[in-house]
């Protein structure tokens, strides 16, 4: 499928969503043109790549060998490392957040729609960067919301044994 048509993106993600179906988030991740199988134990790796694989030739799509990696602890995927661990942020975009200067006029700080002492908090933060992982079941999720003029932002937390926070973030255009 050539990705340059208007709507390629989206009909291939919504094909992938209804071929890996009820494999998604489980042993399958998929976005757009990136295919993740994890597996929880290493010994059930194989037979999870053989059932992706099973539906790839069954619904006759093929892999380019060049982006394939297998039998990978972690890796890069979509800007973020993911590990047995997590997910994790690149350092790189750390650095980056952490070197970029405060707003110096009145269209910086527009554009960047934020004020010096969440500028300053946000890169203390990203110093010790939080590692993404699955909610635990059963325990209580907490739901922050913040709205602006022309942004909403909520954040999925929930508290673990070792006072570290679970999170999912989503920010959503007006």
Do not use: W
Not at 10 to 25: C, K, N, P, S, V
Not at 73 to 84: A, C, E, I, Q, Y
Not at 118 to 137: E, G, N, W
Request: net charge positive; with cysteine.
């Amino acid at each position: 499928m050539p990705f340059g048509l208007k709507n390629a993106g989206a009909t291939y993600q919504r094909a992938m969503e209804r071929i890996f179906d009820d494999m998604l988030h489980k042993n399958v991740e998929c976005y757009m043109d990136n295919l993740v199988v994890k597996s929880v134990k290493r010994k059930d790796h194989p037979k999870d790549l053989r059932v992706v694989f099973e539906r790839l030739m069954r619904y006759q799509l093929t892999m380019n060998p060049f982006k394939c990696a297998f039998g990978v602890t972690s890796g890069k995927f979509l800007g973020f490392v993911v590990h047995r661990h997590g997910i994790e942020i690149k350092q790189a975009k750390i650095e980056a957040i952490v070197a970029l200067a405060e707003p110096r006029n009145i269209h910086e700080l527009k554009s960047l729609q934020a004020c010096s002492a969440a500028f300053q908090d946000i890169k203390s933060y990203l110093m010790s960067p939080p590692v993404l992982v699955a909610p635990i079941i059963g325990k209580p999720l907490i739901l922050y919301i913040a709205a602006q003029e022309q942004l909403v932002g909520t954040l999925l937390a929930q508290e673990n044994d070792k006072d570290e926070d679970v999170m999912s973030v989503e920010v959503m255009p007006p």
